[in-house]
């Protein structure tokens, strides 16, 4: 049962963060580099989302497997959403 809060946790957590960043503009990386416009963090917000829904709901029939499976799962979709704020090597050329 630990297994579905905690997902529930991590995916509310990334919803909120996605959720803010879609609201701004982004810096250069994310937004030129790497394509993270204001859609895509919506996107994420909206699979975040789902993800609580289906914690919760693993939670409420007390089906644990479902929830170690799904933070499996959507721990490798929030490592995806948390590197694409990760900046670039600077160019020392310039």
Same mark, same amino acid.
């Given at each position: 049962?630990?297994?579905?809060?905690?997902? =529930?946790?991590? +995916?509310?957590?990334? /919803? %909120?963060?996605?959720?803010?960043?879609?609201?701004? @503009? $982004?810096?250069?990386?994310?937004?030129?580099?790497?394509?993270?416009?204001?859609?895509?963090?919506?996107?994420?917000m909206a699979?975040? =989302?789902?993800? +609580?829904?289906?914690? /919760? %709901?693993?939670?409420?029939?007390?089906?644990?497997? @479902? $929830?170690?499976?799904?933070?499996a799962l959507?721990?490798?979709?929030?490592?995806?959403?948390?590197?694409?704020?990760?900046?670039?090597?600077?160019?020392?050329?310039?």
């Open positions: 049962m630990i297994w579905c809060l905690a997902g =529930l946790i991590v +995916a509310l957590g990334i /919803a %909120a963060v996605a959720w803010n960043r879609s609201r701004s @503009a $982004g810096g250069f990386y994310d937004r030129e580099i790497y394509g993270m416009n204001s859609g895509t963090h919506r996107r994420y699979v975040s =989302l789902a993800f +609580a829904a289906y914690f /919760a %709901a693993a939670y409420a029939r007390g089906v644990a497997t @479902a $929830g170690i499976a799904g933070l959507y721990g490798v979709i929030a490592i995806i959403y948390a590197t694409s704020f990760l900046q670039g090597a600077p160019d020392r050329d310039e």
